[in-house]
Structure formats: C-alpha cells, structure tokens
C-alpha cells in the first residue's frame, strides 16, 4: 500500500529518511508545495493530509501510509482555480508567490478547524460551540504560515471574503 | 598597424560617431527643456488602472517553476560542509567516510576544487554580481565562521546531507575581529565611488550654540533578508557551456561574472531566472552558484543546489548593525541650524557594502550646517551585504527618532516641525528637486489617520491595560536609474507585441506593470502584450535593486518604441494615409500609428506589417545614461503614522494602525503598489519590534539562523495597513514613475518607536524594540 496524492497512488519511498515535502517535490515533482525553512518554522510546506492542515517538511513520508494527501496541485477542481485562489489573485494576496500555497492549503485546512470549533490562542470562550468568525480568528489561525513580501492584508482579505460569501465550504478530498 | 587593425578603428570610429548621433538626437525627455514622456499626460490608459498579476494563476496553483524545482536528466544532490571557526588554517580534513557512503559522487574540498579567478565584487565593475570576492575554496583557510569548506554531491539529498556529517575537520585557529571592541582598523567608509561624509559649515559650533538641542545614540542590529524561498539553482555544463536555473536579481550581472570566474566568453554562460521566490537584495551572486558550477563540472553531472535555511545564513550577507549618534541644534522657532549624524557600522574587506546610513540625512531637512560620516570597521564575518533599503531603512530609525524628540523639546507637533524645515532645494547639493511633495503627504495623511487626535503629552491615554500612543516619521528614498537598460519590441503581422527585457520579477509586479505600460505606449490592449523577462539572453544589464527597474525598463522600452515608430514610418511609406509624417507628429494608438492632430489619418500595425509583406518588425532601444540624476535630486517620499498599544504590564507591544502616505510620482498599478508599499512597512515593522540577527561576539556565529530564532511579523502583528499616495509625476522620470519598491522599510521603525514614546513616555534608541526593553 502507498500513499493516495491529490487521488493518485503513490509507492512509498525506499529510503525512511524521506520527508513527504521531499517526496512530492523531488519524486513527484510536485513541486508547487515550498520548502522555505525544512524545519517547521515557516508553513510554506503545508498540505492536507484527510483535511488537515500538516507540515510536510517535519512528516516522514513512511508515516503516511494509507493516507490521502492533497497538495496545491490538488486543491483547484478539474483544472479550475478554487475560490481561494482567485480571490488570492483578485486581493493581491502574495507578491513573489512562493509561501501562496502553504497558505492556500494552510487557510483550507484552518476553516474546516474554525467550523468545528477548535479555539484558537485568542479565542475568548474556550468552551463555546462555535467560535465568532473575526479578522484576527483569521490572523491569529495563520500566523503560522510566514510571508515575507508583506502580503498579509490581501491574504486575510481573499480568505476572508472566500467564506464570509460561502461559510460552508467544500472541503478538499 | 594591419589591415585587421585598421577594420576594427574604422569601425569603432563608426561606432563612435553613430553614438554621438544617438546622444544629439535623443530627445532628451528627462533633461532640461525635453519633453516630459508623453505617457504622463495620458490619463484614460491601463497605467493607473489596478490590473491582476499576470503572473497570479500560475503563482497560485503552485506552478511557477522556481530555481531549486527545475528537474533536469542525471541531476545530483548538493550539501555543504561549514567552518565552524572565524579564522584561521584548515589543518586536517577528513573526507574518507563521506567519499565511502552510499550515493556519494564527489567529495569537494580546496584540495580538488578546479582552480577558479575571484569573484567579481559588485560595483567593482558594470557587471559585476558578487557579494563577496573571496577565492571560493581555494585553500586552506577560512576567513569567516560559516564559510563553505567542503561540499558532497550525491544521488539524492538525503544521501549527500549523511554524507556531508561524516566530514570530520581541525582547524588552527588564528585571533579574529568579530566585535566591533576588537574591529581591525576604522576609516570613513565609501558607497558607490563617493565617501560617506558631507560638511556643510560648521555643526558642532553651531549645535553647541543652539539654543534648542537634542542628541542621542541609536542602535540597530543586523538584520537578514529571509526571503521565503532560500537560495538554490540548478544547473548543468553542456561542453564548454553554462546553463543556470538561479534564483537572482541581477541575470546579465550573474553570467558576466560566472563567465570571468570560469575563464569563459560570457555568452558561454546562460541564466534564466523567471521567478523568484522574494529577493530584498539577497539574491545575488554568492559562494554557492559557483561551488556547485565547480562540482558540476568536476562530476560532469547536472546539479541541484537548495541551501538550507542555516546555509543561508552561512553563505548570504545581511545587513550590518549600526551605532548612529544623532544631534540637532535647532532656533527658538525651530529651524534646524545643525545637523550631525555620525556612527560606525561593520563590513568585511571582502564586502563592497559599508551600511551608509547617512543618506537619508543628506537630503531631509534644511539646515545652516551639516556634518554626515560613517565610519567603517573591519571584522571577520559573513560578508555582509544590501538590504532593502540600505542606509535609509536604519538611518531614518536614528534620524526621525531624534526629530521627534526635538519637536517634544519645542513644545512643538512633530508634523510642522518637518514641515516648518522643508528645504526648498537640496541641502548639501544645491540642486533642485525634480518633484517633492512630501507636504502634501503629510497633510493628507495626518487627516485621514485623525492626527489631531494624538495627545502631546506622553502616556495619556490608557484603555485598560494598554497604553496608546501615535507616532509619525518621515520616509524617503533615492530615485535611481542605472546604466544599461535596454529593450527589444517584436511586433508582430496579428498585431501582437513582445517585449524582452532582461529583468526580473521577485513579486515586485514587473512583469505586470510592464504589460501595462509598454500597452499603454504601443496603443494595444493588454492581452496583445507579453513581456519575456528573467533570462540573460535578453537585451540589458538591469538590476532589481536600487528602486531603479521600472524607470530602467521604462526608458529601455521608450526608446526601442521611438526606434519601433521611426521604422514603421519608413515601412508605411508613400501609400499609407502617414505618408509624409514624422515620428513627433504621430501617436501610437488603436494598434496602430494615427497623426496627432488628424486621427483619420490612421493606419494599423497589421496593415502597415501586410502591405510591406513583413511577418514582424523587431527593434531595440537603450537607455541613454541617467543624466537626470545630475542635474536634479530625485527622491520618492513618504509620511508614516503609526498607533500602537503598549501593555502596561506585560510590556508587549501591538501595532494597532498604520498608514503610509506616499509621493513617489506616478502609481503605475495601484493594486501592486500597494502591496510594494505594504511590503516594506512590514518588513519596517519588524525592524521596530522584532528583527536582530544575534551575532556571537566570541566567535563571530550567527546564533539564531533559522526562522524560529530570527522573528518575523506574522499575520497577527500585522494590523491593517493604508496606504495612499499624491500620484503627482515626477516630470523628470519615466512614466513619470520614482521607485516604490524600498521607501515602505524606511520612516517605519521611527514612526513605531514614536508612537511607543508617546504611548508609554519611555523612549528606547537600541532596537529592536522588544518587551524587556519598555518594563
């Protein structure tokens, strides 16, 4: 059994050393998922492994046996751009463009966390079913995700708007 | 003299003679008495207008190619072994092991590397591209503590990073200067040709006799890029050619220089850098293009290099910490009669970089009397080096602290004291502004952040636990234009343009802009423009720094279009309704060449292409030399504001507002200016509150190399930023367009810690800014 990426099969990689980041980009080339830091610091990496956000850099690829993992590549349907991605364009929401698909995949994963309630380090009310939906929710939910160029506003911006239109998104398979 | 001989003076007479041609019939549109580029007076085109990135599907499906993603047949691994000493000898190294484990082919070190020349040190020559000149292993000492002395290439990278920690290494380790305390020798430091000091009168009798004065010492640390993306390429020798995938600022600069340290033809050499993942004057030339060029051609194997985050940090420059004192001698109105800022900032010899943090000083305020120096010690470190901004971003931290701190003495608002010391030309150059308009930035960027809401006296509003305060600074930045811009237009029968150029986009939103303006100039709607950028096979020597691409690129496409409107003239011919007409008496429009006066006397590119039975009509155009800057001071401008909260107890700080009101002339495209503009102040944020490269003193090592330790604003330090501009152009410029890329870093820090001044009454001059500092 290998590994199911963006709904393809996958084998697993011979050498246990191997992280998942280094498996997409260098044996896939999938390289559309970023290595800025290979250490866990910066969120460039992220992808959805069943939904959830992880960083690729700091997984083995070995561990991830039997899972499904969706990467940039794999978040549009049928060639389309997600909404997420247009609204990044339209928001202006990256310059260089290489930490928008840790963001991208990290702002999927983290609405899916608002949805079910998980409190974030500023939420008020540890115990409340639902968790007020706020720009700094938003903020507080990405900051693991560095951007250098400065491209924050248009970035909670274009998540913003995303699902302020469309609160009940389709998750990525 | 031979016969070859006489053909090349012959020709070079030739030459000579069409130059000064050139140079008499250039219009001269940024001189004085030329005409302003006619792109400015056009207000209903795509400049101006918020266009998308062009580049912004491919960027947010993650498929833009990036230099360390580029796959090529056979590619190796690439890792490097550091110094783990600041200086001295390499006695023993140990590569046995390495060289034995599985997937290893090739084990580098300075006693198998091929023998290479030194680097060219940029602004050592046109072309020049390196950060650093030192021989790049060829012996046996180490010069800096990070310095690359080994480097493994291996199947894959996991097999070349095992190998590389097999190295075993001793060292005979020799005393070296890594604090300023034990800095070796002290002199006035030089940035681009001219030394970093200015006397105007007499400063220091003057300041003693002000009956207003303040001064103050102010430090900041070193600071280091972090580009998202870390540097990497890949690439690949074909017989005696060069193929580089990088990821760099400066294409024609690296293959010019790669070409002198290979004892190659510089067409041997091939950069192709299309998109790159953030620069900040990082993105240059350093140890690792070279070293793994090397290795490539020792192994005959394409390579990938992608240096760690930690490799980074190693091998790639910052910016140098600074210790800049500060004094302003003012009348009892006010007016500055004297300004000193004089300080020390480190660099290595092998460095063409001295932070010259006084040049924002230079052109600031009137004063009577100026005295301006940095003086440049030596010490055994990474080769420190440009970053965004470099001499404003921390000169104006010093110097808009103190302005501050001299209005408080004066009773008066920090606003009018800039405004009441506007010079009206420039200070120490005497020469006129080419457009300056930074009171009206002001004006309008006090009113829209409510400025008369601020309370004078500090630590006089307080909501709960949080201190609030408001604190403004200037921001400036040179316009620049550097030689050897230039540009090809290929038009085509279908009415299509492409223009090749040879820059570079690091999320600036050249290639955006550009399509918009080169639209705007040939008359065509956007979707019948590319731009092709980002490869050293393209027409220029353009470098992403200094502020300076777009009116590179701009000139460079200005000229090739009046080449483009000449040759289209003569194509048109006698049966064209432009029969007769001259290039001034012709605008380009429609997707075609129309009279001035008379647009019914019109004919389109397609029409003129057929008629001549031409498939395309290709030219090119340089940029003369930037005589602009001689005879005006040309400068971007800026007014920052800032509100934050301070809490009482804690001491944290949060940047609550921010607004940055600009005067950079024309804004060519709002939406990516803005995010230009945004960019800087959050890099300027970080400067304030956060950034500090920890350098350890005993040993000269960058302590906190990776971005864990070196913090970063993330998304919850960062506020929601306005930015708003005059939009009045600069006459003087192309598309009447000063830079925008670096001015957001500069003010900012300033504004940040009056603002915290305000907010607490402490006033801190050792930055960054942290928590431990206002308790």
């Given at each position: 059994m290998g590994i199911t990426v963006n709904g393809t099969d996958v084998d697993l990689p011979?050498?246990?050393?191997?992280s998942l980041l280094d498996l997409l980009?260098?044996?896939?080339?999938?390289?559309?998922?970023?290595?800025?830091?290979?250490?866990?610091?910066?969120?460039?990496c992220t992808v959805l492994v069943d939904g959830q956000r992880i960083l690729s850099c700091l997984a083995l690829a070995v561990q991830y046996e039997g899972r499904s993992v969706t990467t940039i590549e794999g978040v549009g349907a049928d060639g389309a751009l997600h909404p997420l991605q247009q609204a990044f364009i339209e928001h202006d929401g990256f310059q260089c463009g290489y930490c928008t698909p840790g963001q991208i995949c990290s702002a999927i994963g983290m609405i899916e966390e608002l949805r079910r309630g998980v409190p974030s380090h500023i939420t008020g009310d540890l115990h409340a079913t639902s968790i007020p939906y706020s720009r700094d929710e938003l903020r507080e939910r990405m900051s693991g995700n560095l951007c250098r160029c400065g491209a924050h506003n248009g970035i909670i911006d274009a998540i913003a708007e995303t699902y302020r239109a469309n609160p009940q998104p389709e998750a990525a398979e | 003299m031979s016969i070859v001989d006489k053909g090349k003076e012959a020709a070079q007479g030739i030459a000579q003679s069409v130059m000064k041609k050139a140079v008499e019939l250039a219009p001269g549109a940024l001189l004085p008495g030329g005409r302003p580029d006619p792109l400015i007076r056009r207000q209903h085109g795509h400049i101006g207008k918020p266009v998308s990135r062009v580049d912004g599907p491919l960027k947010v499906r993650g498929a833009a190619p990036f230099a360390a993603e580029i796959a090529l047949d056979g590619m190796v691994y690439a890792a490097l072994a550091y110094s783990t000493i600041a200086k001295g000898r390499i006695v023993t190294l140990d590569t046995g092991a390495a060289e034995a484990a599985p997937g290893v082919v090739l084990v580098m070190t300075h006693r198998n590397a091929p023998r290479l020349n030194p680097p060219p040190r940029f602004l050592s020559g046109d072309k020049a591209a390196a950060g650093d000149d030192s021989p790049v292993m060829q012996d046996d000492r180490v010069r800096w503590n990070g310095e690359p002395i080994a480097l493994v290439l291996a199947e894959t990278q996991e097999q070349a990073d095992h190998a590389r920690s097999l190295i075993r290494v001793t060292y005979a380790e020799e005393p070296a200067a890594t604090s300023l305390p034990t800095a070796d020798g002290c002199e006035v430091g030089t940035f681009m040709g001219e030394p970093l000091r200015a006397v105007v009168g007499d400063a220091d009798a003057a300041f003693a006799a002000a009956p207003h004065k303040v001064e103050a010492v102010y430090t900041t640390p070193g600071h280091n890029h972090?580009?998202?993306?870390p540097h990497g390429a890949t690439l690949v020798w074909r017989g005696d050619e060069l193929f580089i995938h990088d990821a760099t600022q400066a294409v024609a600069h690296t293959a010019w220089s790669m070409a002198q340290i290979f004892d190659l033809e510089e067409a041997q050499v091939h950069v192709s850098s299309?998109?790159?993942?953030?620069?900040?004057?990082?993105?240059?030339?350093?140890?690792h293009q070279i070293l793994a060029a090397a290795a490539a051609r020792l192994a005959g194997r394409p390579v990938r290099i992608a240096l760690s985050r930690e490799g980074v940090y190693r091998i790639v420059g910052g910016r140098s910490p600074t210790e800049q004192r500060v004094a302003l001698g003012a009348d009892a109105d006010g007016r500055l009669t004297a300004i000193i800022h004089r300080g020390v900032t480190p660099k290595t010899r092998h460095s063409p970089m001295p932070e010259p943090f006084i040049l924002p000083t230079q052109s600031a305020y009137a004063a009577k009397t100026f005295a301006l120096e940095v003086q440049t010690c030596y010490l055994d470190m990474v080769a420190n080096t440009f970053m965004?901004?470099?001499?404003?971003a921390v000169g104006t931290v010093a110097l808009e602290c103190a302005m501050d701190e001299l209005a408080e003495q004066l009773g008066m608002d920090p606003v009018e004291l800039r405004i009441l010391n506007e010079p009206e030309k420039d200070p120490l150059s005497g020469r006129p502004f080419s457009s300056r308009n930074i009171v009206a930035a002001y004006r309008a960027g006090a009113q829209r952040f409510g400025w008369e809401r601020r309370n004078p006296v500090p630590r006089s509003r307080r909501e709960g636990d949080w201190l609030v305060g408001m604190g403004c600074a200037t921001a400036t930045y040179p316009y620049h234009r550097m030689p050897g811009g230039a540009a090809r237009i290929t038009l085509d029968a279908a009415g299509h343009a492409r223009i090749d150029v040879a820059a570079h986009e690091m999320g600036m939103g050249t290639a955006t802009t550009h399509t918009q303006v080169a639209a705007d100039r040939l008359g065509l709607p956007l979707e019948a423009v590319t731009v092709r950028y980002g490869d050293s096979s393209l027409p220029g020597v353009i470098l992403a720094g200094g502020s300076q691409q777009t009116a590179s690129v701009g000139l460079s496409v200005m000229m090739a279009h009046q080449e483009l409107v000449g040759e289209l003239l003569k194509l048109a011919g006698n049966d064209s309704p432009l029969a007769g007409l001259g290039a001034d008496e012709v605008e380009c429009a429609d997707a075609g060449l129309r009279k001035l006066d008379e647009p019914g006397r019109f004919e389109s590119y397609a029409s003129i292409l057929a008629r001549s039975g031409r498939s395309e009509l290709v030219v090119e155009g340089s940029a003369p030399m930037p005589l602009e800057t001689m005879h005006w001071s040309m400068h971007s401008h800026g007014a920052m504001f800032c509100e934050v909260r301070v809490n009482a107890i804690t001491g944290e700080t949060r940047v609550s507002r921010f607004l940055g009101s600009f005067d950079c002339g024309r804004i060519l495209n709002p939406k990516t200016a803005a995010s230009q503009f945004r960019g800087g102040i959050i890099m300027g944020l970080g400067l304030a509150l956060m950034e500090e490269t920890q350098f350890d003193g005993r040993n000269g090592r960058i302590m906190n190399r990776n971005l864990s330790d070196y913090h970063l604003p993330v998304h919850l330090d960062v506020p929601e930023i306005e930015v708003i501009w005059t939009d009045i152009p600069d006459p003087h410029a192309p598309m009447g367009a000063r830079g925008i890329g670096e001015i957001g870093i500069t003010g900012t820090g300033a504004a940040v810690a009056n603002a915290i001044h305000n907010a607490t009454g402490r006033r801190v001059r050792e930055f960054p800014i942290t928590l431990d500092k206002l308790l």
């Open positions: 011979d050498d246990p050393r191997v980009r260098e044996k896939l080339h999938l390289s559309g998922t970023k290595k800025g830091c290979d250490q866990g610091a910066c969120g460039a | 972090n580009a998202l993306e299309p998109f790159v993942g953030g620069g900040f004057g990082a993105k240059g030339l350093w140890q965004r901004a470099p001499g404003e």
